[in-house]
C-alpha cells in the first residue's frame, strides 16, 4: 500500500477507535458515579489525537499486525490521557486489561523477563513514590493509577525505554507544573501527572520502532 494512502486510512481508523474511546470513558464514568464532561477537547479530543497519531505510527515500516497491535496500545494512552485530564483518575477497567496484554507481549522479547522486571520495578518505584510524597506533603502526590500507569508502561516498553519515557513524563510535568505557577502567581494546586507519563510512552512508543515485541 502506498506510504501515503496508509496513514490516511489508517487515520480514519484513528478516529473511529477515539470515538470508540470517548464513548467507553462516558460509561466507564458512570459506573464511577462521575459526570462526563462535554466541552469540545472531551469529546473532540480523543477522536483527533488518535486519529493524528495512528496517522504518525503508520509511517513507520511496519507488517499490518504489528501496527495493528500497536495502535492497540495508542489508544489506551490516548484513553487515560484524556480521562485523567477529566476526571484526575486513572481507571483499572482499563489499566488491568492493558497490563494483561502487555504482559503476554513483553513475553516474547529477549530476554523474556526483561519487561516484567522493568515493570514490577517501575511500579515499586511510584508506589514508593506515593507513600513518601503523602507522609510528607499529607497529601497524595501521586494516585495509584499513576503506580499502575507506570507498571503498565514498564511491560509495554522494556528497561532503557522506559526510563526515558519516565524522563519526558516528569519533565512535561514540569514544564507545565511551573507554567501553572507562574500563570497564577501561587504555589497551591496539583496537576494529573498520567497524562504526562502517557505521553512520554507515546513519544517513546514512537522513538522506538521495534516495540512492544522488541527489546528496545
Request: avoid cysteine.
Amino acid at each position: 500500500m502506498s506510504v501515503i494512502l496508509l496513514p490516511i486510512l489508517w487515520a480514519v481508523v484513528g478516529a473511529a477507535g477515539g470515538w470508540f474511546a470517548r464513548w467507553g470513558s462516558v460509561r466507564l464514568a458512570r459506573l464511577e458515579d462521575l459526570e462526563p464532561g462535554n466541552k469540545r477537547w472531551q469529546v473532540y479530543g480523543p477522536p483527533i489525537l488518535a486519529a493524528i497519531l495512528f496517522a504518525v505510527f503508520a509511517t513507520e515500516p511496519a507488517s499490518f499486525a504489528f501496527l495493528a497491535l500497536r495502535s492497540v496500545f495508542v489508544l489506551v494512552l490516548v484513553q487515560v490521557i484524556f480521562f485523567d485530564f477529566e476526571h484526575r483518575l486513572i481507571l483499572d477497567r482499563v489499566m488491568f486489561p492493558s497490563i494483561v496484554l502487555a504482559l503476554v507481549v513483553s513475553l516474547f522479547r529477549q530476554p523474556w523477563w526483561a519487561g516484567l522486571a522493568t515493570g514490577l520495578g517501575a511500579g515499586l518505584l511510584f508506589l514508593l513514590l506515593s507513600l513518601v510524597g503523602a507522609a510528607i506533603f499529607k497529601a497524595e502526590a501521586l494516585g495509584f493509577g499513576d503506580v499502575k500507569l507506570a507498571l503498565f508502561m514498564g511491560l509495554l516498553l522494556g528497561p532503557l525505554p522506559t526510563v526515558q519515557a519516565l524522563f519526558y513524563g516528569v519533565f512535561l510535568a514540569g514544564l507545565v507544573g511551573v507554567g501553572m505557577i507562574v500563570w497564577r502567581r501561587s504555589l497551591k494546586g496539583t496537576i494529573a501527572y498520567g497524562p504526562y507519563l502517557a505521553a512520554g510512552a507515546l513519544i517513546t512508543l514512537y522513538l522506538y520502532p521495534g516495540l512492544p515485541t522488541s527489546s528496545g
